[in-house]
């Protein structure tokens, strides 16, 4: 069982959640548990550090955040132990939980889950601070933003769990966000690959590599509301399809910036040294659109998130003249929607339907991106949510379930 931010952000949610959680134990299951920060705490430690230091060393940051998920584990089992049940703590590194060497984004690689199984096998509940590991230097590693969900995925499947269910502040998973449009509706289920892409392309109710993980090894994942009783939404791997849906669901994400590379001549350099050099900087690239046509300036396009623009800038700007290019162009203020369903595999004109939808409704698209299971397109900011509301009404999601 895993418990994010809201749903233990004060005494009376840990308390209930150590109540669901006893109710588990009484169905005679052993119960491991994974806990996020208690409410807003890893905003406020990152806005604490950032008075402090304006570019504070990622592994001091590291060693910050990692205490907000310790203050809810021990609450947690004090709340559970209270309630008379056994219950022991655990930081991610006393569950054994070892990550590769890198701050603020580490990737677990594997989970020593002796001490658990021990507790569990004591008769206690073992409840461990999610986002947070180890490395082989005992460095203290973080999973990257929401990433208690990747701890909760990676304790159940080195437990042998029988089931691993995150338990939030919404009743499942929606066909889009219910906070941003009222008609999303709750899906029963959906597949692993599905709700890998909407993770992916920004759905912020999973971290992508739990699923990845959870798909990996078929650990049945399940994703239920903690303020509420529901059966919520399972993530598995084949699942029957509710109403025919080729679209499952619409997905999208804020603050992409479109860099465009103009070249005089036909390249001189070539498209590998600019992703070379924009990859040794750990800037991620998104969409790519290269254009050479007879007659025309070549250029190249691509997309990026924000937070990596004065970087990719700047590294663009140091190599420019080992790249060859004339000039680099921007443009900011762009977000991308995405719609995802692995119906569209045998559907054609799927994508012909979205971009019908979106010039209806006179939103211009910048880019496009397609993969089997999924189309996305880059907008202006302006008009996401419009667009959002404009596909999931084209796509009949709010008629699901
Ligand atoms: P937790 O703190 O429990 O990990 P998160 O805030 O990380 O919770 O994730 C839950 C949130 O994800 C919801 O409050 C909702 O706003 C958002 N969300 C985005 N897309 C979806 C979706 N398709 N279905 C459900 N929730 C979504
Ligand atoms: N507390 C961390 C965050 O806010 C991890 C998590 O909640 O999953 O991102
Ligand atoms: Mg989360």
């Not at 409410?39 to 550090?49: F, H, V």
């Not at 900011?381 to 509301?389: C, D, G, H, I, L």
Request: glycine share 8%.
């Amino acid at each position: 069982m895993k418990f994010g931010g809201t749903s233990v952000a004060n005494e009376e949610r840990i308390e209930r959640a150590a109540s669901l959680i006893i109710d588990e134990v009484n169905t005679g299951k052993q119960v491991a548990v994974v806990v996020s920060a208690m409410g807003k705490t890893t905003d406020k430690l990152l806005a604490l550090a950032a008075d402090i230091h304006p570019d504070a060393e990622k592994r001091e940051l590291d060693m910050l955040l990692a205490t907000g998920e310790q203050v809810t584990a021990s609450l947690l089992a004090m709340a559970i132990s209270a309630k008379g049940i056994p219950s022991k703590s655990f930081t991610g590194w006393q569950a054994g939980i070892r990550t590769e060497s890198i701050h603020s984004n580490a990737r677990i690689e594997d989970v020593d889950s002796k001490r658990v199984v021990d507790t569990l096998e004591s008769g206690a509940v073992a409840v461990i601070a999610g986002f947070q590991g180890i490395d082989h230097d005992a460095e203290v590693t973080t999973l990257g933003r929401g990433g208690s969900d990747t701890s909760a995925v990676a304790v159940a499947i080195a437990i042998n769990a029988s089931a691993c269910d995150i338990y939030t502040d919404v009743e499942g998973v929606f066909t889009t966000d219910p906070r941003m449009i009222e008609e999303a509706a709750k899906l029963n289920e959906i597949s692993y690959d599905e709700m890998l892409e909407l993770a992916n392309l920004g759905a912020g109710v999973l971290h992508p590599r739990a699923i990845e993980f959870a798909k990996n090894h078929q650990m049945p994942l399940r994703v239920r509301p903690a303020h509420i009783n529901g059966e919520g939404t399972m993530i598995k791997e084949e699942i029957e399809m509710e109403n025919n849906l080729i679209v499952r669901g619409v997905a999208f994400e804020e603050d992409i910036v479109r860099i465009t590379i103009m070249y005089d001549t036909p390249y001189n350099g070539s498209l590998a040294n600019i992703f070379t050099v924009l990859a040794e900087q750990q800037v991620n690239v998104d969409i790519i659109v290269q254009t050479i046509m007879d007659g025309e300036q070549p250029s190249v396009s691509f997309s990026i998130k924000n937070e990596d623009f004065a970087k990719a800038m700047n590294v663009l700007e140091m190599n420019k003249e080992e790249l060859g290019y004339k000039r680099a162009d921007f443009e900011v203020g762009l977000a991308k929607v995405s719609i995802v369903g692995s119906g569209m595999v045998s559907n054609p004109g799927v994508a012909a339907h979205m971009f019908d939808a979106l010039r209806d409704a006179s939103i211009p698209i910048k880019m496009v991106s397609t993969s089997e299971i999924k189309v996305s397109v880059v907008i202006p900011s302006m008009y996401m949510k419009e667009a959002v509301a404009v596909l999931h009404k084209t796509f009949e999601l709010g008629h699901v379930g």
